[in-house]
């Protein structure tokens, strides 16, 4: 038994086109479509795979199953591995739809629409109304920026073709059915033309007639159904006033739009993602992947600084939707770029307005609206062995979540945070209305911190999705930043900033790095120089990590508490500070006060370093000192080794006190704990040499005192030894004063 039905093109270059299905069930064969010759269909849009999927027929009807296409197959907006298709379904293959259509019997049986081969005249007479505003444009992955327009509403598609039959008669073949938001419109001058130019004038008319109105009736009928049926009247879509998304609002052709290739998914034109118009866009995406889509640029004028993005968003649960804003200084890979993300929207099954809306920062030029979607769910676990296509791959099909997207514009907004402005720094808050996901830093237009942002916990890749709210307090000079909890600040300092030098303060003091670097326990970061520079103090000690790359410098900071960042600008008062303990320290110096001077410009560079030639200066003169401290440390040092060698104690003893005021004059750095360790070995060289000397006298003493006892002088040994005890009783007692005064001065 023969069955036959015929696929209709629904979108594309070959819109209207209706090829038939032909196939003999005995011989259980198929009907493949694909992008390579060799398929029974060739369809060479970008967006249909080499072989992308085959029909069968069977006494049970058509089955459409997906060969392991790239871009899926999906039947009433779902993707599908296998599935049964009835006369008048649609299916997407890519992003070309189709429709499967019931055709005349092989057998020529009585229920034929058309005339018999034989008489000569017209063998069949399709009809196929078009109920759609405009005619659809298959979008490939990357949507070009610009294409011809499409044509006008008022102009008819072309009527379809049928790939094996001959033309129609001439006379019938002028006629034409016009579409209509109710049905089909069949012209006067149509019916004139037709009445002129065929004998059948009068029937065909009646026919038409009864045609016309049939189909109308058939598409009434058909806009009631479900899945991807069309609806019964088509809202032709309405940008709103002012909208700058003016090439490719709605989505209705492929203009002002291109999808992200290195995400796992993408958007896709499908009129079942329509809210107005003949098209919107959808996404069906697996556990673990997402898609993005950008707009094109828009170009920033001073009037319309201030924007919002809005659209209409549909999805199933489980699926995060987010608009973004991409802020760019120009064109080029080159350009400094902002981006911003709103929170996931909440989102149903009808289509709910979202929106998001912020403040260019100055100095960029270029704005894009982006839309991403994510599912939330875990990626689907790939049993081992398995194959692609194989039939465990149903689950990960069957748990495809979709999200729709029309009617996306840009228009200009109002009543958002206003910037702080201090001198020639502007603060720019950025974010949803109401409150502040980021802000941007300027000075004279130019870009000096392009993004300022922190990251809910957990944030582990930097991506400026998920961002807290930041409230702020205070005025340009220091502007106080509130998390609403602890998290990681992302910063994004530019080359005109971090230019001028970078440096970082902590409990050890003041650090100058290069553009990367990684440092714990830090206080305070200092960007830039002179009148172009930055500070941030942080509440309590954080982990710093810093990677320089070509145009400038990202941080990552971890703040541990959700305690305000304090960002500064202005720093008179500190300067004029800083200026004052120069001086004294200059003063200390040539008092000869080594130990005070150098405490003077630490205490400079590690409250307040905010100025470029007191900082230089500061540094300049603790080396000198510290470097005239170690080379007298050197030449002491020295010195002591000749004493060593001649043994001379009162030597030692001159070596002492040297060592005593040189701790003291560079107190609090290394040449006074060198100092004190040398004054140590100075003492135990004074008292070993001490010690030896008393021995020495004492064993004479007692050579003596013997020497008199033999001979009977009683009287002079007796006050010999007298004498002798005493010097020895007060040796112990000098010996026990050193050691007090030795342990006083390590003190």
């Keep these: 038994m023969t069955f036959q039905y015929s696929l ?20 259980g064969g198929s009907f493949t479509i694909g992008r390579k010759p060799g398929n029974s269909l060739q369809v060479t849009d970008v967006s249909i795979s080499g072989r992308h999927a085959e029909l069968e027929i069977s006494e049970d009807g058509v089955s459409l199953r997906d060969l392991n296409s790239t871009n899926g197959t999906l039947v009433g907006g779902r993707k599908v591995r296998q599935t049964s298709l009835e006369p008048g379904d649609e299916f997407t293959l890519g992003a070309v739809e189709f429709s499967l259509l019931e055709s005349v019997g092989a057998s020529g049986g009585s229920g034929g629409a058309g005339f018999d081969d034989s008489s000569g005249e017209l063998d069949e007479l399709v009809l196929e109304g078009e109920d759609e505003v405009a005619p659809a444009v298959s979008m490939p992955r990357k949507m070009p920026s610009a294409t011809p327009s499409a044509p006008p509403a008022s102009k008819p598609a072309p009527p379809p073709r049928i790939a094996t039959h001959p033309p129609a008669a001439e006379g019938l073949g002028a006629t034409q059915l016009m579409p209509h938001e109710e049905g089909l419109e069949i012209t006067a001058e149509d019916l004139a033309r037709s009445a002129k130019s065929s004998k059948l004038g009068p029937i065909l008319l009646v026919g038409l007639a009864a045609i016309g109105g049939g189909a109308w009736w058939w598409l009434g009928q058909r806009s009631e159904g479900e899945g991807g049926g069309r609806a019964a009247s088509v809202t032709p879509p309405s940008a709103p006033d002012g909208n700058l998304l003016t090439a490719g609002y709605s989505f209705e052709n492929s203009e002002g739009w291109t999808s992200d290739p290195d995400v796992t998914a993408e958007f896709l034109p499908a009129r079942s993602a329509r809210r107005t118009g003949t098209r919107g866009i959808q996404a069906d995406l697996a556990g673990g992947e997402s898609a993005l889509m950008e707009s094109e ?42 981006t911003v993300w709103s929170d996931a929207c909440a989102t149903g099954e009808d289509f709910v307005e979202v929106s998001l809306a912020g403040t260019a920062p100055a100095g960029m030029s270029l704005v894009q609206v982006l839309l991403r979607a994510e599912s939330t769910a875990a990626p689907a676990a790939v049993a081992e062995g398995s194959a692609a296509g194989d039939a465990s791959d149903d689950d990960a099909f069957a748990d495809l979540k979709s999200v729709s997207v029309d009617d996306v514009a840009l228009v200009p907004a109002s009543d958002l945070p206003a910037s702080i402005v201090q001198d020639s720094f502007t603060l720019t808050p950025i974010g949803v209305q109401g409150a502040t996901k980021a802000v941007s830093l300027t ?47 992302h910063l994004r300092v530019e080359e005109a900033l971090a230019s001028g030098g970078i440096a970082t303060l902590s409990d050890s003091g003041y650090a100058a790095h290069g553009s990367t670097f990684e440092r714990s ?18 509440p309590a000690p954080v982990d710093l990590v810093a990677r320089g790359g ?79 401290g170690r080379s007298q440390l050197k030449e002491l040092t020295a010195e002591v080794e000749r004493a060593r ?34 004054r140590d070995v100075i003492q135990q060289e004074l008292a070993a040499l001490d010690s030896s000397n008393e021995r020495d006298e004492l064993q004479r003493l007692e050579a003596i005192e013997t020497v008199l006892r033999r001979s009977g002088a009683e009287d002079l040994a007796q006050r010999l030894d007298e004498y002798k005890n005493s010097q020895a009783s007060g040796s112990r007692d000098s010996a026990a004063s050193s050691s007090k005064q030795n342990s006083a001065g390590g003190q």
């Design 645 to 678: 060698f001649f043994g001379l104690a009162d030597l030692f003893r001159e070596k002492l006190v040297r060592a005593e005021d040189l701790g003291r004059r560079f107190r609090g750095t290394d040449v006074e704990t060198q100092a004190v360790a040398l």
């Design 297 to 338: 640029a828009v170009r920033l004028s001073g009037g319309s600084r201030s924007l919002r993005a809005v659209g209409h968003v549909q999805a199933d649960a489980g699926i995060e939707f987010r608009f973004g804003l991409r802020y760019s200084s120009g064109p080029g890979e080159d350009a400094i770029t902002t």
């Design 550 to 628: 070509d145009s400038g410098v990202t941080f990552r900071i971890e703040l541990p508490t959700a305690d305000p960042v304090v960002l500064k600008t202005s720093f008179m008062e500190e300067r004029t500070r800083a200026q004052r303990l120069a001086r004294r320290a200059k003063e200390e110096r040539s008092a000869g006060d080594s130990g005070s001077a150098l405490a003077s410009w630490n205490e400079l560079l590690t409250e307040v370093p905010y100025d470029s030639r007191l900082i230089g200066e500061a540094a300049a003169g603790q080396t000198e000192l510290l470097g005239e």
């Design 8 to 27: 209709r093109f629904e979108s594309g270059e070959r819109r209207g086109e209706v090829v038939p299905l032909t196939i003999v069930a005995a011989r």
């Design 443 to 489: 000075s004279l237009d130019q870009m000096l911190v392009s993004l300022l942002r922190v990251a809910r916990a957990g944030d582990v890749d930097g991506s400026s999705l998920g961002s807290q709210d930041l409230l702020l307090k205070g005025d340009g000079g220091a502007v106080q930043l509130n998390p609403a909890a602890a998290g990681s600040l």
């Design 521 to 538: 326990g830090v206080t305070g970061l200092i960007l830039g120089e002179g009148a172009r520079m930055v500070a941030l103090s942080f």
